[in-house]
């Protein structure tokens, strides 16, 4: 069982979770599959299939790494900040990014990056790379 102040701080993040998840998941892109609670890899291979049966060629599989911990607090607010209009949620999100870490013992501001492994990770990253989703989709165009 985890701390009470590991369990506080997980109980914050499932809560904020639970509130971004069903305003975004409408919004996200439909060729998007990564860290989402429907779509999973066996929707992304029937949606390749169909891709590959309407003539496309190539298909884009992406594992962009040390990307967690290179996520711009700046931008990832000003994306939320475009739907989530309360600015306690903004804020309480904020101070959640750079609540630092430790490391071997030593305390370290978190300037840019998402914590991993939380339950607020994968929706925060997922809005980040929404922006490359529609990007990716408008040259698809």
């Known amino acids: 069982m985890l701390p009470k102040q590991e369990r506080s701080v997980a109980n914050f993040q499932q809560a904020i979770a639970q509130v971004l998840t069903p305003i975004f998941e409408q919004q996200f892109s439909v060729n998007s599959f ?3 609670p429907r779509p999973s890899a066996h929707h992304a291979i029937r949606h390749c299939q169909f891709n590959i049966d309407e003539g496309y060629k190539y298909v884009v599989d ?3 790494e040390k990307y967690f911990d290179t996520v711009n607090h700046s931008k990832l607010i000003e994306i939320l900040s475009r739907t989530i209009r309360d600015g306690r949620v903004i804020s309480l999100i904020h101070k959640y990014l750079r609540a ?6 030593s305390f370290k501001e978190t300037e840019i990056g998402v914590p991993q492994g939380g339950p607020l990770s994968p929706i925060l990253s997922n809005i980040m790379l929404d922006e490359l989703d529609k990007e990716l989709e ?3 165009s």
């Open 138 to 140: 408008k040259k698809r």
């Open 34 to 36: 990564g860290f989402r």
């Open 100 to 105: 630092g870490v430790i490391v071997k013992h």
């Open 62 to 64: 992406m594992d962009l």
